[in-house]
């Protein structure tokens, strides 16, 4: 079976089955959890209407952020981790070993399954704290071009996110989770704001930088910005794509020559 | 025969842990049993046959092509792993079913290998059930079908009747020496004899990660007759039991056990020993409540063999 064909049943097989899963419904659950934080503040600011902080406020300076430098990364985490790791503890690593199908197939298939997967989850949130804030201005929407932008970009930190805890996952286990979680608020989180090049050593540095420029008096993802000294769109999208293909192919070649031993080998 | 499977000072390790050592082995065609205690070291040589493992020294090849990363060889190989493993959101349909589209099956053909699988097995009524609420035989004979779905040339079995209800035992039993008659190559990897002796009279004993002995099975019971075996019985009249056969010659010790009522026997000549108890018991209508071998087992021949 050529990998081509391989990817789209691994594709296919898997999709369906995160569908159902006990994850996804957890993460569709904590996605959640901004909406419903914007739902209460707009139910505030429309009964009344002079209060400090509005449902806009809190989206722009708030619940960008938890997507941006907490679910998607957290998210990538816990999908991209597991793409080798489920198979090994759950003992099926067998079944797709076994069978005539190149192993990067197997990784192919299983991360843009979940990549998909984590996109819907992530963007359906996105989407609903959108419309909440703008549900007493439905035909003059703010913010409108940026939120697709946003979509766009959060999507995009989703897939360089999952492909760099895939790689990880291939290569270490439970570790590997540890790791991960140090990298998104440890590294991340401090090397971001270091200036000149060495911020350019994160992942988050080259999604600021296409997030959607606004000017400084505008609050829209002004806290995102802060102390970034962006690099160019065309640069951070080409930056990007090396890093997902050199991630996925590196996780593939661990994947195809590493011996992962189940635990009643003998 | 041409022989299909061939090992060479097979070892493998885990970190310190020997998993199997020096194993060189010529396998053709038939019904092969792997027959060893646990941790002898028979699944990591299955494991290493069908690619899951790479040995640390030594060479394997299957069709004259070696196995590791060879996924194309794949096609030719159905293995039934010992370990509990499924999609637990899934059903067994559709497990089988993804099985066989991996093995490159259009839907149609898939479908149809899919449904002759789970036939064969007696899940055809459960097949949309999920897998989570199969029984353990249940799901060991999913196991089974997912080995066969693309009908291999070479099926690696590990504990393959383990939590199989009697009726299907004979039912696969059967199933696996029809696959040999379609002159297919099958190993069998037990660690209960019997389990083996009705598949196969060929069998290579392993243990502690080494071939101790193969050939015919009938050189493996001749070893268990003549090991010194250790027989209690449980009667209110244990000590009238063990004067009645204390002068037999075949028995080497025996020892009492006043807190249950029950004597040990050492001998060696189990049959004679059962033949006289049954007289005894008959003769004497002698109340036993229960007859039991401690070390009737693989282990227990291991360890003589090994002069433990």
Redesign the interface.
């Known amino acids: 079976m050529n990998l081509q064909e391989a990817f789209k049943e691994i594709f296919v097989f898997f999709f369906k089955q995160e569908l159902k899963s006990k994850r996804t419904r957890i993460f569709f659950l904590i996605s959640f959890l901004p909406v419903l934080i914007l739902v209460i503040t707009k139910i505030v600011e429309l009964t009344n209407p002079h209060t400090d902080v509005t449902a806009a406020q809190v989206f722009s300076r708030a619940m960008l952020i938890v997507y941006i430098q907490f679910l998607i990364p957290i998210l990538a985490l816990f999908f991209g981790s597991s793409i080798i790791n489920e198979e090994v503890d759950n003992k099926t690593l067998v079944f797709l070993t076994t069978s005539p199908i190149p192993k990067s197939s197997i990784v192919l298939g299983k991360f843009v399954a979940y990549v998909l997967l984590g996109g819907i989850i992530v963007n359906i949130g996105l989407f609903l704290c959108f419309l909440t804030v703008n549900i007493d201005q439905l035909g003059e929407m703010v913010y409108v071009k940026e939120f697709f932008s946003f979509l766009g970009v959060g999507f995009l930190a989703l897939v360089a996110y999952m492909a760099l805890f895939t790689l990880l996952g291939a290569i270490m286990k439970k570790a590997g989770v540890v790791l991960g979680l140090l990298f998104i608020f440890g590294w991340e989180n401090l090397v971001q704001y270091f200036p000149g090049v060495t911020q350019k050593f994160t992942v988050i540095h080259w999604i600021k930088s296409m997030l959607p420029y606004v000017s400084e008096g505008n609050s829209f993802l002004r806290i995102l910005m802060f102390r970034l000294e962006p690099s160019s769109n065309a640069e951070s999208l080409v930056v990007l794509t090396i890093f997902v293909i050199a991630a996925l192919a590196a996780a593939s070649f661990v994947f195809k020559n590493k011996e992962y031993i189940l635990s009643d080998s003998v | 025969m041409k022989a299909v499977i061939n090992a060479e000072n097979l070892s493998k390790w ?1 970190g310190n ?1 020997l ?1 199997i050592s020096e194993i060189s082995l010529e396998i053709t065609p038939g019904i092969k049993g792997l027959l060893g205690p646990n ?1 002898a ?1 028979k ?2 040589f299955l ?1 290493i046959l ?5 040995p640390n020294i030594g060479t394997i090849t299957i069709f004259g092509e070696t196995v590791f ?1 060879n ?5 030719r ?1 159905g ?1 039934c ?10 059903t067994g349909w559709q497990q089988v079913m ?2 066989a ?4 099956f259009n839907i149609k053909e898939a479908a149809e290998k899919t449904e002759a699988a789970i036939d064969k097995v007696g899940l055809l009524e459960s097949k949309d059930k999920l897998i989570r609420e199969y029984s353990l035989g249940m799901r060991q004979r999913l196991k089974f079908a ?1 080995a066969i779905v693309h009908e291999p040339e070479i099926l690696l079995l590990d504990e393959p009747l383990r939590g199989i209800d009697p009726l299907w035992r004979v039912k696969i039993v059967q199933l696996i020496k029809e696959y040999a008659k379609a002159d297919k190559t099958i190993i069998v990897a037990s660690h209960i004899l019997p389990e083996i002796e009705i598949m196969t009279d060929d069998i290579i004993l392993i243990h502690q990660g080494k071939v101790f002995a193969q050939g015919d099975i009938h050189y493996i019971r001749d070893l268990m007759d003549k090991h010194p075996h250790m027989i209690s019985v449980e009667s209110p009249q244990n000590r009238e039991l063990a004067a009645m056969m204390i002068d037999k010659e075949y028995i080497t010790t025996f020892q009492f056990h006043p807190e249950n009522n029950k004597v040990t026997f050492n001998t060696n000549e189990r049959d004679r020993f059962f033949d006289l108890l049954n007289r005894l018991i008959v003769e004497h209508d002698l109340e036993i409540e229960e007859i039991f071998s401690p070390d009737d087992n693989l282990q227990a021949v291991f360890d003589y063999l090994v002069g433990k």
Do not use: D, W
């Not at chain 2, 996924?71 to 096609?75: I, R, V």
């Not at chain 2, 589209?101 to 490159?104: A, E, I, S, V």
């Open positions: 885990y842990v998993g941790g070291g699944s990591t494991k069908c690619g899951q493992l790479k990363s996924q194309a060889l794949f096609s190989i293995f792993p010992e370990h509990e493993c499924y999609y637990r959101g899934n993804f099985m589209k991996l093995h490159g997912t």
